[in-house]
């Protein structure tokens, strides 16, 4: 008996063949790892650009609170003379005048609503403070099935 046949023979092609299966796993496992890389990178730059939006409306509303103050400590409480963009005034009979402080960048918005308060020693107090989505057009009450016409 020769040495060749008691041992099993293995071809060159199973090593081969086992070897582009591993070259496939790993440039499938390359995809996938440079798709998930790519989707967190959009969302994270999603959430900065929302969060310094934010940040940046919210210091907007901060400085025009402080333009209230100081036209508020200017004219002694006289809210008539107050000129600050984004603020309206209202006033009901036998309660103290309230305001509404509102500041717009694109389709995101930042309200400040509060009230003044002329007999304390602060000049007003802020309610409510809240982010609001302003679209561009309003939408339609019913779902439009199909291009449906009237």
């Known amino acids: 008996m020769s040495r060749s046949e008691s041992q099993p ?21 390359c995809m996938l790892s440079y798709s998930s890389a790519t ?6 730059q999603r959430n900065e ?4 939006g934010y940040y940046r409306l919210s210091a907007e509303v901060q400085e025009r609170l402080a333009q209230l103050d100081e036209q508020l400590a200017a004219n002694q409480g ?11 005034f209202s006033s009901e ?11 717009r960048e694109g389709e ?11 007999d304390q020693p602060l000049r007003y107090r802020v309610l409510a403070y ?11 009450p019913y779902l439009e099935l199909m291009g449906g016409q009237d």
Do not use: C, H, W
Not at 49 to 52: E, G, K, L, M, R
Not at 93 to 103: C, H, M, W
Not at 130 to 139: G, P, R, W
């Open 9 to 29: 023979r293995i071809g060159v092609g199973i090593p081969s063949v086992l070897m582009v299966l591993v070259v496939l796993a790993m440039a499938a496992l």
């Open 39 to 44: 989707s967190t990178e959009s969302m994270t």
């Open 49 to 52: 650009d929302v969060a310094s």
């Open 78 to 88: 006289d809210y008539s003379a107050v000129t600050v963009d984004g603020v309206q």
């Open 93 to 103: 009979e036998g309660k103290d005048p309230s305001f509404l402080l509102t500041v």
């Open 108 to 118: 995101k918005s930042i309200v400040a609503e509060g009230i003044l308060t002329p």
């Open 130 to 140: 809240y982010t609001q989505n302003v679209s561009a057009e309003e939408e339609a």
